[in-house]
Each structure stands twice: as C-alpha cells, then as structure tokens.
C-alpha cells in the first residue's frame, strides 16, 4: 500500500510538473504575434480580418443583411499536428481571468481584436482538438465557435479554409433557413440527362455571369430557367432537395465570397477575373474527363449545388432584379430559393419561359455537352 502511495505522489508530483512548466511557457514564450508560428499567425489573421471587418457594422449591408454581423461572434481555434493538438487561440473572447490563457500583442491593425493563447494542457481545449468540422460551444461561459485547423486550412487555401468554415458556421447561426436533408436520403436519378443538362446549365450561367447587357442577360436567364424547368420536371425530387441547397448553402456561399473580396482574400469559385480560378463549365469538362479526384456524385452534392446557388444569388445582387431579395431567402418557413426568384423575376418581367430545348441545346453545343456526359456516366457503371 505504502508503495502504491509513493507511486501516486510521483505521478501526481510529475503532472503538477509538466502542468507548471507549460503554463510558465505559455505566459513568457512567444507572447507577441510576430513570434508565432506562420500557420498560426495566419490563422488568427483571418478570423481578426472578419472580426474588424464588421466591428463598426461597416460591411454588413454589403455581405448580407444585418442579422448576420461577425462582431457578435467569437471563436476558438486549435491547431493540429496529425493526431496531436497544438496551441489553442481565442479571438474576440474575453480570457483574461482564465489561468491558462495568455494574451497576445497584435500588430497595430489588430491591436483592438483581444487574442489569447491557451496552454497546451487547458483542459477544455482537449475536447475541441478532433472537432475538424467546427460548431459552437460553452467556454469559460461564453458561447463561441471551435475548430481546428492546420496548414491545409488556412488562407487561400480554397473550399474547406478555415476562413470558409467560420463565415458558413457564423452564417447559419444569424440567419433563417431551410433545412437541408441528407443527400442518402433523397432518391433521384443520376443519369447521362440529368448531367448534361446540369452541364448545359453551367454553359449559360457562365455567360450569365459575364454578361453586362441588360437586354442580352434576359435573355440567358430565359434560356437558363427553360432548361432548368425542364430537368426539373423530369426528376422532381432533384429539384426539390437542389433549391433546398440553394437557399442554405448557396447563400452562405454567397455570403463568404463577398466577405472574402470585402478582406482581400479575393477566394471565389467562378471569378474569370482570377487567373487561378475556373468557369463552371470548366469545372464541368474537369470533372466528366477525369482531371479533377472526385465522382458523378459532385455534381449533386450540397458543395457543388453551393456553388451554383451563390452564382445565382450574384445574378440576382449585381443586376438588382430584387430590392432586399435577401429577405425573401431569409424568411423562416416562407424562404424561397434563389432559383426561385430568378424564376418569378423571369415570368413576370422577361417574357414566356417557353423557349425550344432543343434551340437551346443546338445554340450550346449540347452534343459535346452530352459526349462528356456519357464517358463519365460509363466510367461509372464500368467501374461498379
């Protein structure tokens, strides 16, 4: 007994140990932002480029309505190295009384955004490490969102950043909107049809987006909602879970671009302007001849419709076809689908949606469209 009592002491007397030195670590090392480490430095970068940009309010009515305002949220983030957590940071949370934290002296242009770091061994911190999706949470009795993030996570780093995750997370928090269900349990159709005319959507959404004639845009959006009319009749239950992406993930989509262009980050998925970014048709050819490491499923996941639904949100913002058309995909149960509005606004202003499909798919080339198509759609099947 006596033994196993000297055993205990020693191992409490060597974590009281290694508890005191990381907590002396974290207090003297590295306080000041310039020290730490570039990914970490990064990291808090982006979170206080959101933070300040909406401290005064000032960019709010550009990115979205008012009730999505980012000076409301705080967020934890914690670095990971494979299995193993690294330090953890607190941006726009008060931490000041919490024996584990250790504020960090920013540069000038962050100088009124507090940032503190946490010891390695805080213990709440430990919870958060596996939390790679990121979510909110209680800390010190402050709600805040947490995630983790790496050297694949951090700016300009594309879909998946870590910018990406706070403005999406922080998004669905502030606004209304319809819930998505899983795509398991959506029964539609994958088919050569269905991916073709989704790809001779993305021919004229392209051309949509790039247009700057009002008369000519009409006219693309006329051709847009007759060929998305007529897949939708086709497979309604697709149309159905495509709008309800759309009018969530789509305008949190739109949502992010527009902070990220606000900040300079400029990370968008369809602006020709940059040189490293693509058209959705490109996105389209890259998938069907096998350029990119995904499967047909892309087409029809909540990430891809993502995409699509803040390209029409940006139809329907930079043309002003609706004034506070965000109320109208922010309204609880009465949400509609930026598809929706472009349809209505296409009914009622733009003449007949009954244009030939088959003018259409000769105007666009739908044979080339269709080839590639049937090569991935045979792939699949080859491959099952």
């Keep these: 007994m ?58 709010c009515e550009e990115v979205w309505i008012d009730e999505y305002n980012l000076r409301n949220y705080k967020a934890v983030i914690t670095r990971r190295f494979g299995f193993l957590k690294g330090y953890t940071y607190a941006v726009n949370m008060t931490a000041s009384r919490n024996i584990f934290a250790q504020q960090i002296i920013m540069p000038e242009e962050y ?61 669905f928090d502030a606004v209304e909107s319809l819930d998505v269900p899983e795509k398991d349990d959506v029964h539609f159709e994958i088919s050569e049809e269905n991916v073709a ?16 004639s009002p008369e000519k845009l009409k006219e693309l959006i006329r051709e847009y909602v007759a060929v998305r009319e007529y897949q939708n009749e086709r497979d309604t239950e697709f149309a159905k879970y495509r709008e309800q992406c759309e009018a969530s993930e789509g305008c949190a989509q739109f949502a992010f671009y527009n902070i990220s262009d606000l900040i300079g980050h400029g990370m968008t998925y369809f602006n020709k302007d940059r040189s490293d970014s693509i058209t959705f048709y490109s996105a389209y050819y890259y998938l069907c001849t096998g350029r990119y490491n995904s499967d047909i499923s892309d087409f029809f996941d909540k ?45 009622r202003s ?15 080339n739908y044979e080339e469209i269709i080839s590639m198509a049937r090569t991935l759609v045979n792939e699949v099947n080859n491959y099952k």
Excluded at 27 to 49: G, P
Excluded at 303 to 331: H, K
Excluded at 356 to 363: A, L
């Design 350 to 364: 733009f003449g007949s949606t009954d244009k030939s499909i088959d003018d259409i798919k000769r105007m666009y």
């Design 111 to 171: 100088s009124d955004i507090a940032v503190y770091r946490f010891a390695y061994l805080t213990p709440f911190t430990f919870s958060l490490a596996g939390n790679d999706d990121g979510g909110f949470t209680d800390v010190n009795g402050e709600r805040v969102y947490a995630s983790v993030f790496d050297t694949q996570s951090v700016k300009y780093n594309g879909a998946g950043s870590l910018e990406e995750q706070y403005a999406k997370h922080t998004f």
């Design 2 to 59: 006596k033994k196993l009592f000297n055993l205990i002491l020693i191992i409490l007397g060597v974590v009281l140990i290694v508890v005191c030195v990381d907590l002396t670590t974290n207090k003297l090392l590295k306080t000041d932002y310039n020290d730490l480490d570039v990914s970490d430095r990064e990291a808090i970068a982006e979170l206080c480029d959101m933070t300040e940009l909406f401290r005064e309010r000032s960019g």
């Design 197 to 212: 005319l989704t790809g001779l959507q993305y021919r004229i959404l392209d051309d949509m987006m790039a247009e700057d």
């Design 303 to 347: 990430t891809g419709i993502a995409y699509e639904g803040a390209a029409l949100c940006s139809v329907i913002a930079d043309n002003e076809l609706y004034e506070n058309w965000q109320l109208r995909v922010d309204a609880g149960d009465d949400t509609v689908a930026p598809y929706t509005l472009l349809k209505r606004r296409c009914e």
